[in-house]
């Protein structure tokens, strides 16, 4: 450590050293850069230019302070890539599914059953090859149908408010900064004038989905396990693993019916050879049993099981599907079957009914030919519902307007829109006596004009 004639050598942190040759000097300073390379230490942000911290600033990338120094969070050390939340969403995602591969299974089960078991190696080694192509055939028209009608209700997605019901951002703001509940009902009603609204809570107030953020249009509510406000939802189906509502209502009614029809096929034919199979089970001995083809176990086992099966699921099914008929011919939801919707007069379930030919035509369509197949029909958009109120009125004020029409052969029974006053009537602020004068006064002035 020699005296002060050579040059003072300066650190990575300027800091000065001891004098030593020009060559030691190079050989330190490149083993502290790759000390520091190998730490992964990165520069201060005194260090950095005023450009690249401005770059980072306006980069947002978030920093974390590592002894005096700034860290992206992408260097942080690496965190297990499952979570407890992400885990736990990946149970309830599989639980979901197990209601539907268990249907799956049976299926599939009866399929093999019917097919191979009963009409390949019963029926067919009876020398009844016709039986059984006959049995075949019709089968699998109804098997068709019915994955067909079973295929639809699962993968098709349940329909979402438009984002006319959104609140916009300045409106959202205002809602979510203002405390008091009558401002933000105010709020509400001010956007809900301009949308297609006649519903309300039973305290009368507007109708708002405050994790979705939205107002709810007519018959929509918020499904839990889909974690979204849902048109027209009637429930959600854990055996097709799906809410059902407008988009797939027809879908489910027609998976109901050929669930029966499914059933009703595979008992009947089944049913012959189960009484053989099951007289055949009960003898003490095969030796004393007639000479007959009906003697493989394993066929037996399937068909006797298969005949229990499907009696077993066409009684639980057939309540289910007339339960769902009476609803579709009062234009009910499950949900508004429990709880009726409110409007401006009151509870009423029977609010949306129109009659039963027009409560039908709702869900199926105006053209026959295609209600007995899994294909959209259904009239309307999911918010635009008509009412009896929209009704009445309609027959009161209209009554010349409707003549023509019938006289002219048009077909239009749903109206696009709702008529605008009796979106007024329902969101007026007023007393019911005062909204039920301004209806008599507005019928008054339609008839006279």
Known sequence: ????????KRSVRGRATPSTTAAEEEDEEEEEGKR????????????????????????????????????????????????????????????AWVPVLFIAVVICWSYYTFVVELCLFTIAAQEEEGKAAIYLVIFHLSFVLFMWSYWKTIFTPPVCPSKEFFLSQSDEEHYEKEERPEVQQEILKRVAKELPVYTMTSTKLIRYCEKCQLIKPDRCHHCSVCNKCVLKMDHHCPWVNNCVGFSNYKYFLLFLFYSLVYCILVTTTVLEY????????????????????????????????????????????????????????????????????????????????????????????????????????????????????????????????????????????????????????????????????????????SIES
């Open 1 to 8: 450590m020699g005296g002060g004639g050579g040059r003072g």
């Open 36 to 95: 520091e390379e190998g730490e992964g230490i990165l520069a201060t942000e005194e260090d950095l230019g005023e450009d690249e911290g401005e770059e980072l600033q306006a980069a947002w990338v978030p920093r974390l302070r590592v002894r005096g120094r700034t860290r992206p969070r992408a260097c942080q050390s690496r965190q297990p890539s499952m979570t407890p939340w992400r885990l736990l969403r990946c149970c309830q995602w599989t639980a």
């Open 274 to 445: 189960f009484i053989k199979f099951w007289t055949l089970c009960r003898r003490k001995s095969a030796e004393n049993c007639p000479k007959t083809n009906l003697r493989n176990t394993r066929a037996q086992f399937h068909v006797l099981f298969l005949f229990f099966v499907a009696t077993m699921f066409f009684i639980s099914i057939l309540s289910l599907f007339c339960y769902h008929l009476w609803l579709v011919g009062k234009n009910r939801t499950t949900i508004e079957a429990f709880r009726a919707p409110v409007f401006l007069n009151g509870p009423d379930k029977n609010g949306f009914s129109l009659g039963w030919s027009k409560n039908w035509r709702q869900v199926f369509g105006d053209e026959k030919k295609y209600w007995l197949f899994p294909i959209f029909t259904s009239l309307g958009d999911g918010v635009h519902f008509p009412t009896r109120l929209m009704m009445d009125k309609e027959h009161v004020t209209g009554t010349n307007h409707h003549e023509h029409t019938r006289s002219s052969g048009s077909t239009q029974n749903f109206p696009v829109g709702p008529l605008s006053e009796s979106k007024n009537f329902l969101l007026a602020t007023g007393s019911e006596q005062d909204v039920s004068s301004g209806m008599k006064n507005h019928v008054t002035v």
